[in-house]
């Protein structure tokens, strides 16, 4: 346990303070958690949120239950409800947010070391975050394949059956299986990527979660692996997991107008608005 005299990193609960350690020699390694949150000023629902969230929105598919919509065993015996959701969700129409932008500022400044995320929407890539330091632990739409033999499908193709509300189908001769987005259904493993990084958790200087209820497994558990002595920061609409370690930082709110507080302390605003106005 941290020893009681030992001051804190980031003394106060604000982005002031978190900016002021963000300058500081000492912070150089910038770990993030992304979740749904991040993307729903982008005009991409969460999944969780009362009211707003997918979950409570998803009595037109008949689903047994709503995660069902993204569960293997389901998808096989049925993808019309994947389907006619994945029209909705299909990376093209959706922007980057300024979280996604300041993701990118990160990395300008040389301080982004991985960003983990959680979401599909590939929103970071369009930011402008390397591919490189992006671990989309959840996958993504950005490629497609059979769930039978696993050959890939063509990105034009997948493109047009998603648009046009068909079930793209495999076309290798004697499989015909149904073609899905890489995307980790429930039921799936997380890409291998994912695992050989958390290891690099433990350079972290800071670790910052955005718009996440950190409630899906192994993702969430990722805040438990960078050291003792690195802040964290939760940045949400509402308070999730437990931020009980001496140097946890706790910043309520819209994740948006958070980001751009912390910008302003760090004189990065106008930076963050015309590469957000860029994108
Ligand atoms: N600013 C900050 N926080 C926000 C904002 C916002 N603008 N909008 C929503 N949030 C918060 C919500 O209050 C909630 O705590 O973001 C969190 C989103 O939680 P979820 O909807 O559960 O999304 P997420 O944590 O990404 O879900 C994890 O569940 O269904 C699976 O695979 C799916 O990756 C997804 C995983």
């Known amino acids: 346990t941290p020893s009681p005299t030992k001051s804190k990193l980031i003394p106060g609960n604000d982005p002031r303070s978190v900016a002021a350690y963000m300058k500081s020699e000492r912070c150089r390694n910038v770990f993030l958690m992304l979740g749904a949150g991040v993307s729903t000023a982008a005009g991409i629902p969460d999944f969780r949120s009362p009211d707003t969230g997918l ?38 129409r959706f922007a980057p947010t300024l979280t996604h932008t300041f993701i990118s500022l990160l990395n300008t400044h040389s301080l982004l070391h991985t960003c983990f995320t959680q979401n599909i929407d590939t929103l970071e890539r369009l930011a402008g975050v390397p591919k490189d330091k992006i671990i989309e632990a959840h996958g993504s739409f950005a490629s497609q394949r059979c769930i039978e033999c696993k050959m890939p499908f063509d990105d034009e193709r997948m493109k047009r059956a998603v648009e046009g509300g068909e079930i793209p189908k495999c076309e290798r001769r004697k499989c015909g299986g149904v073609v899905k987005p890489d995307i980790v259904f429930f039921g799936e493993s997380l890409p291998k990527e994912f ?21 899906v497994h192994p993702f969430a558990s990722l805040v438990h692996f960078v050291p003792q002595k690195c802040p964290r920061v939760l940045i949400n609409l509402v308070k999730v997991g437990e931020f009980d370690r001496r140097d946890d930082v706790v910043l309520l709110g819209k994740c948006d107008d958070i980001v751009r507080e912390l910008c302003r302390e760090l004189e990065w605003e106008e930076e963050l608005e015309s590469m957000w106005r860029g994108v």
């Not at 008949?62 to 015996?77: C, G």
């Not at 695992?195 to 409630?215: C, N, V």
């Open 195 to 215: 695992y050989s990084s958390i290891h690099s958790l433990r350079k972290a200087d800071l670790l910052i979660i955005i718009g996440t209820s950190l409630t």
């Open 55 to 92: 979950y409570a929105n998803l009595a037109r598919l008949n689903l047994p239950y709503p995660e069902a919509v993204f569960q293997i065993d389901f998808f096989r015996a049925n993808p019309v409800p994947f389907y006619t959701l994945a029209k909705e969700l299909y990376p093209g």
